[in-house]
T-cell receptor, first 114, second 111 residues
Framework: EAEVAQSPRYKITEKSQAVAFWCDPISGHATLYWYRQILGQGPELLVQFQDESVVDDSQLPKDRFSAERLKGVDSTLKIQPAELGDSAMYLC????????????FGPGTRLTVL | AQSVSQHNHHVILSEAASLELGCNYSYGGTVNLFWYVQYPGQHLQLLLKYFSGDPLVKGIKGFEAEFIKSKFSFNLRKPSVQWSDTAEYFCAGSNAGKSTFGDGTTLTVKP
């Protein structure tokens, strides 16, 4: 069964350092999502891509976060510089074109900022 | 702004008890509704979904949910829970391709 791949699974960094997360969606899924999930809360959408274009990044802290999906396939989410409050689980999901957007989630990257 | 709220943060049940988890949404226009589940150590995965038609939808593992438009609700139900249903459950809504998740309900089923 096809799955969404994410790496790394765990990342520990010091504040002010740069971190990057990678996601490879299910083949053929045009829509890719990055979520942040803080313990005890639901996933919060950071950015949504349709192919290589950003369709929603209203909740992305653009002063320190960036995301790209250059060829419309895999994607990278970067934080520079990392802050203590960025410690969370970062989830990637993909789906076929909305509106029937059942999302398939990857295992996530657990980020700890010290 | 669109939102999804889940009233129960933590539910504890004994095996064979019936389950109902509440979900209310606030959306303008058409909304698609989902329940996702995250078993311990596993990914988030879809339990069931509602787009249109019959408001009672059935999902995997004996779960079902009813869309009640007048109450803005999409509650999840299961007549008899098992220990293996211990997990975190998330309700989500989608409109115009944008998804919003509730904060989740942790279900613990005691054997």
């Amino acid at each position: 069964e096809a799955e969404v791949a994410q790496s790394p699974r765990y990342k520990i960094t010091e504040k002010s350092q740069a971190v990057a997360f990678w996601c490879d969606p299910i083949s053929g899924h045009a829509t890719l999502y990055w979520y942040r999930q803080i313990l005890g809360q639901g996933p919060e959408l950071l950015v949504q891509f349709q192919d290589e274009s950003v369709v929603d990044d209203s909740q992305l802290p653009k002063d320190r976060f960036s995301a790209e999906r250059l060829k419309g396939v895999d994607s990278t989410l970067k934080i520079q510089p990392a802050e203590l409050g960025d410690s969370a689980m970062y989830l990637c999901a993909s789906s076929l074109v909305p509106p029937h957007n059942e999302q398939f989630f990857g295992p996530g990257t657990r980020l700890t900022v010290l | 702004a669109q939102s999804v709220s889940q009233h129960n943060h933590h539910v504890i049940l004994s095996e064979a008890a019936s389950l109902e988890l509440g979900c209310n949404y606030s959306y303008g226009g058409t909304v698609n509704l989902f329940w996702y589940v995250q078993y311990p150590g596993q990914h988030l995965q879809l339990l069931l979904k509602y787009f249109s038609g019959d408001p009672l939808v059935k999902g995997i593992k004996g779960f079902e949910a009813e869309f009640i438009k007048s109450k803005f609700s999409f509650n999840l139900r299961k007549p008899s829970v098992q220990w293996s249903d211990t997990a975190e459950y998330f309700c989500a809504g989608s409109n115009a391709g944008k998804s919003t998740f509730g904060d989740g309900t942790t279900l613990t089923v005691k054997p």
